[in-house]
């Protein structure tokens, strides 16, 4: 865990501001980087001093843990925005979905099987300690999430042994009952293709408050 409570995080939809309240409440100072500033003004307003707008590059130089949670076209441009050096030697918690919506719902992959979008992260944040995680649940689920079977975890990977054990200490700290790690950052290929069976299934169940979690 980063010494400084402090946490930037590049993206201002709804994952973003969602994250952005979990750290919040756990007291961490928030800034969160965006094109469209005015946009996050409620957001602003209902965190309080805690919270504080920028651009990417603002976000990126704000703290030595950072969050990308960009929509998934606009991943590698935002990153390109806030200037990769600025990432080198922070843990970046990768979020983001390569989802593809040209056909409606449900989505598809604009990235996958041999490639993901996890993996465009590192290449683009070579100095980087990048860990895939929080890309397979609601954002209605992030902040002290409860589920009627009980404590569940998220899936992670990435290259960094130690930046995974810290991302494990950082979500048993907002509530999650901790993680499973499935391997290297390549393993984002399979992570992301959970998201659109996760679509699917919230649509069969009629909510998207669902999680995955391992049952044995």
């Known amino acids: 865990m980063p010494a400084e409570r402090s946490v930037g995080i590049l993206g201002s939809g709804v994952v973003g501001q ?17 094109r469209a500033p005015a946009k996050l003004e409620a957001w602003r307003s209902e965190i ?3 919270a504080s707008i920028g651009s990417f590059a603002e976000a990126a130089s704000f703290a030595p843990l950072l969050v990308v949670a960009t929509h998934g076209a606009g991943t ?3 990153l390109d925005l806030a200037g990769p050096a600025r990432f080198d030697g922070k843990l970046v918690i990768d979020a983001t979905n390569p989802l593809d919506f040209s056909h409606g719902m449900p989505p598809g992959l604009f990235v996958g099987m ?11 944040l070579p100095g980087a300690r990048v860990v895939k995680c929080f890309n ?6 992030m902040a002290d999430p ?15 042994p130690a930046a995974k054990q ?12 901790g993680t499973i ?22 649509q069969a169940l009629g909510t998207f408050e669902h999680a995955f979690d391992v049952v044995r």
Not at 18 to 34: D, E, M, N, P, Q
Not at 114 to 124: A, I, N, P, W, Y
Not at 146 to 160: E, Q, S
């Open 136 to 141: 397979t649940v609601s954002s209605l689920k």
């Open 48 to 50: 309080g001093a805690a």
């Open 18 to 34: 969602s994250l952005g309240r979990v750290f919040a409440k756990h007291g961490y100072r928030v800034r969160i980087g965006t």
């Open 114 to 124: 041999t490639d993901s979008l996890g993996e465009r992260v590192q290449r683009k």
């Open 181 to 202: 790690d499935v391997g290297g950052i390549e393993a984002a290929r399979w992570l992301e293709a959970l998201v659109p069976l996760w679509v699917r299934v919230g």
């Open 166 to 177: 810290e991302v494990d200490a950082l979500v048993r700290e907002l509530g999650w009952a």
């Open 146 to 160: 409860t589920f009627a079977r009980g404590p569940v975890r998220l899936f992670i990977c990435g290259n960094d």
């Open 76 to 78: 590698e441009p935002a």
